[in-house]
């Protein structure tokens, strides 16, 4: 379940006059005062609506974020990655339907056939590394070639058949990575630079990795005990394929202007990523190639969110009216996904109504206080006042608040919080970015 959680200074905000300026501004001016940095931008058929940067990418040396502030991107690198798959599969140097031990012969064969496809969607039933304990412990601080890495999740059985669950899996975009150099004959790096990036004018862009000066890196951080810190250190050879990537908000609205324009992959190609794969049952798994699949008021959106050692972030579009909203943070501290939905909402002139809370009673909310096992992780929901609080068990936490008597939602985050009395044991599950963790109350 940790994979969810990888996961001062005032720059005026600018506003074009294509959108409602105000509607814009009052949220995100709201959202992010001073302190770390965030660059906010909304587009429609690619021209500027709405921008915003605010804050510091250097609060130690008093560095402003600009336009040209690198942001690490995380998760949303995957898009990427899926991106250069399906290059190559027009090329007719691999079929998503190709097993990967075609690509990866030294990869063990498992008990079913895991197919490229299946790393793409993240239904391959593979380990996550994410949730090894050594990730944690001396992975993320020491490094480990991608070659590697493999060797710390390879040999687990699989968790269920390809195909026939949803799965966010970190390992799967890792294997995608080296499918790439296998099939391309280049480094990931380089083949993202030159086939991906550079074609879509991404020239503010790039892998990142902490030993190469990259001028205009923000340094990320978060919050602990109600102070900011500097981030956790995390060797950028770890995240490799699966996240990455610096970049910019502009450099994001170049690279769906690419996308829809064709200029990387075909409309038929692009199409294939933005639609849902459907499960070895035929249900939706709400996932794509590289991008959630989902609706907002009515309309289609592709989205991804990112979360990495200081930094989140959030790319919504919307093909229908062709609308963008970025927003790039370099703190753990303000989320962005339920903030980059309001604006993708204004953008589409479908403003969301503000979500009604319920008020429930003392002994209501009592009865889901208390510490749950999740994942091998304690995290603990406790009462304030008319609401509940609920916390993992690295001390990050958030208010939540009733929409149902035993549904809660937090405002900041776009995850929801339900609570089921099973057998006399109270069930509690956290669902966020498509993946949903189970816990029971401790006795």
């Not at 814009?24 to 992010?32: E, F, G, L, N, V």
């Not at 099939?183 to 190469?212: F, R, V």
């Amino acid at each position: 379940m940790k994979k969810f959680l990888l996961l001062a200074l005032l720059l005026p905000y600018f506003c074009f006059s294509q959108g409602p300026k105000n509607e814009y501004a009052i949220i995100i001016d709201k959202k992010y005062n001073n302190g770390p940095a965030s660059s906010v931008l909304v587009t429609k058929n690619y021209e500027t609506v709405y921008s915003s940067i605010k804050g510091s990418i250097d609060l130690e040396n008093n560095i402003k974020a600009d336009e040209l502030s690198k942001f690490r991107i995380g998760s949303v690198s995957k898009q990427f990655t899926a991106i250069a798959i399906l290059k190559l599969e027009e090329e007719g140097k691999l079929s998503v339907t190709d097993s990967i031990q075609q690509h990866l012969p030294n990869f063990p064969v498992k008990s079913h056939t895991v197919k490229i496809e299946h790393l793409l969607s993240h239904t391959s039933g593979l380990k996550e590394v994410t949730e090894l304990d050594i990730f944690f412990s001396d992975l993320m601080k020491n490094g480990c070639d991608p070659d590697s890495l493999v060797n710390y999740f390879k040999d687990y059985p699989l968790e269920f058949e390809p195909g026939s669950d949803f799965s966010y899996c970190n390992s799967g975009y890792h294997l995608l990575g080296l499918i790439i150099e296998k099939t391309s004959g280049m480094d990931y790096n380089e083949y993202i630079l030159k086939h991906i990036l550079s074609p879509a004018e991404m020239a503010n862009s790039m892998p990142d990795n902490n030993m190469t000066i990259i001028p205009n890196r923000a340094s990320g951080y978060e919050e602990m005990n109600g102070k900011l810190v500097n981030a956790t250190y995390l060797d950028m050879s770890i995240p490799y394929s699966a996240g990455n990537l610096l970049s910019t908000a502009q450099d994001l609205n170049n690279w769906y202007k690419a996308l829809f324009d064709y200029k990387i992959v075909s409309q038929k190609t692009l199409e294939k990523a933005h639609q849902p794969y459907l499960l070895n049952d035929e249900n939706s798994s709400g996932y794509g190639f590289g991008w959630f699949i989902d609706s907002l008021q009515g309309e289609k959106i592709i989205s991804h969110e990112g979360g990495i050692n200081g930094f989140l972030s959030s790319a919504w579009f919307n093909p229908g009216q062709k609308v963008l909203t970025v927003i790039l943070s370099n703190c753990m501290c303000n989320p962005t996904a339920n903030t980059a939905k309001k604006l993708m909402a204004i953008g589409m002139g479908k403003p969301l109504e503000e979500k009604k809370r319920l008020s429930l009673s003392d002994e209501i909310l009592s009865k889901y206080v208390g510490t749950y096992d999740m994942d091998g992780e304690k995290w603990t929901i406790s009462k304030e006042g008319d609401h509940l609080y609920f916390q993992f068990e690295s001390g990050t936490g958030h208010p939540i608040f009733a929409y149902e008597e035993n549904k809660f939602f937090a405002e900041e985050w776009d995850s929801k919080f339900f609570f089921v009395e099973k057998e006399g044991k109270m069930e509690f599950r956290f669902i966020y970015l498509g993946g949903v963790v189970k816990g029971f109350k401790s006795e």
